[in-house]
């Protein structure tokens, strides 16, 4: 068994120091792991805003529960007495917000997304703290994706994606950046071989043949007499002047535009690398043979030599006729009258005169008979 648990909690608070009430969820959230390494997942809201909460199920608390952070330093975590049965509750609190509407501690841990060291009871607990939209490990994705690719968007003069920004896109990867590193190397190299240099004068002690005297040393001739060594005037050569600060200043920007441009390289290579896996993945899956029913493969093949046989039917019968002596090609003329049928009726009408080698008949005036063109 666990010697802690986690749940989420809801406080009431009176003041910064002092709880009026403690609502506490029925179920606990699920810890995963064993020895001294957990993980846990939780949940952030938009609108509402309960605490994570961790409660020591042992007797002897052997410390605050504190978050980790990567650079070492530690925040610990406050304790929430529940005033109704005691229970003891830690969780994360920073800057009290003291209106009337919503006293408070606020707390990244409810409201942001991503990952969390807890050590409690000297046990850590790695939390993945998800949204409702997307998880922690989404979130990390989007995020390297954006890293990786932003630079891509940016640099990339014909894409879809516009703004309200003049776009002059520099080659970034072009021979020009290159020819102007190394141009500028050399040049720092020439000008290292002769720096410009600043004498400074300086007091040192001298043997006595090479003593260039100030007022110290006629002192300590007065108080010591010839001495093997005294005070003299010298000179001591530096090279912090202004135009070797500048000369650093700029090695030190070229260095860190070029270490940039390293990165950006290597992970353009690197997504380059994946779209060219993705086509290949993709070819190896195209290039595999695909089983087909073969009931389905005879029945499309009996639809499609039906379709033809229909068609040759047609052609066939269509040749007949023009060959037939006995059918002669005419010309009618038809004189439509109303829709038969109502309105609803599609393409039936009367006929109202029917003309064939000149020979007419008027369905009109013809009362006791009516023809229907279908």
């Not at 509750?89 to 991503?114: F, L, M, P």
């Amino acid at each position: 068994m666990l010697p802690f648990e986690a749940r989420y909690i809801d406080v009431v608070w009176s003041d910064k120091d002092t709880v009026l009430k403690v609502d506490v969820s029925r179920y606990r959230l699920e810890i995963a792991g064993s020895s001294n390494s957990y993980t846990l997942e939780s949940v952030t809201y938009h609108d509402y805003y309960p605490r994570l909460a961790f409660r020591v199920l042992s007797q002897e608390i052997c410390h605050a529960p504190f978050f980790q952070l990567p650079s070492g330093e530690k925040i610990e975590l406050l304790t929430v007495r529940d005033p109704l049965n005691g229970d003891e509750w830690w969780i994360d609190a920073q800057d009290w917000n003291g209106r009337k509407t919503s006293k408070r501690y606020e707390s990244e841990v409810y409201r942001t997304v991503g990952y969390l060291l807890l050590v409690i009871q000297n046990q850590k607990v790695t939390i993945s703290n998800n949204s409702l939209g997307f998880t922690a490990a989404e979130l990390e994705s989007y995020l390297s994706d954006f890293k990786g690719d932003l630079w891509n968007i940016i640099r990339k003069e014909k894409g879809h994606l516009t703004a309200g920004v003049t776009k002059d896109v520099p080659m970034i990867f072009g021979e020009e950046l290159l020819d102007s590193i190394i141009n500028f190397v050399s040049a720092l190299e020439k000008i290292i071989k002769s720096p410009t240099i600043e004498l400074r004068e300086v007091q040192k002690k001298l043997p006595l043949k090479k003593v260039r005297p100030v007022a110290r040393t006629f002192m300590e001739l007065a108080s010591k007499g010839r001495d093997a060594h005294l005070t003299s005037r010298a000179h001591l050569e530096s090279p912090n002047t202004p135009e070797n600060r500048y000369l650093h200043f700029a090695l030190d920007r070229v260095v860190y535009l070029t270490r940039q441009v390293i990165a950006l390289a290597f992970r353009q290579a690197q997504s380059y690398e994946r779209l060219i896996a993705a086509d290949i993945s993709r070819l190896e899956h195209l290039e595999l043979p695909k089983i087909i029913d073969k009931g389905v493969f005879a029945r499309e093949i009996s639809e499609i030599e039906s379709q033809i046989e229909n068609v040759s039917n047609m052609i066939r019968t269509a040749i007949a006729c023009e060959d037939n002596p006995d059918v002669a090609e005419q010309e009618y003329v038809l004189e439509l009258g109303k829709r038969f049928g109502g309105d609803a009726s599609v393409g039936r009408f009367f006929c109202n005169a029917f003309e064939v080698g000149g020979q007419r008949t008027d369905y009109s005036r013809n009362s006791g008979s009516y023809a229907v063109v279908i």
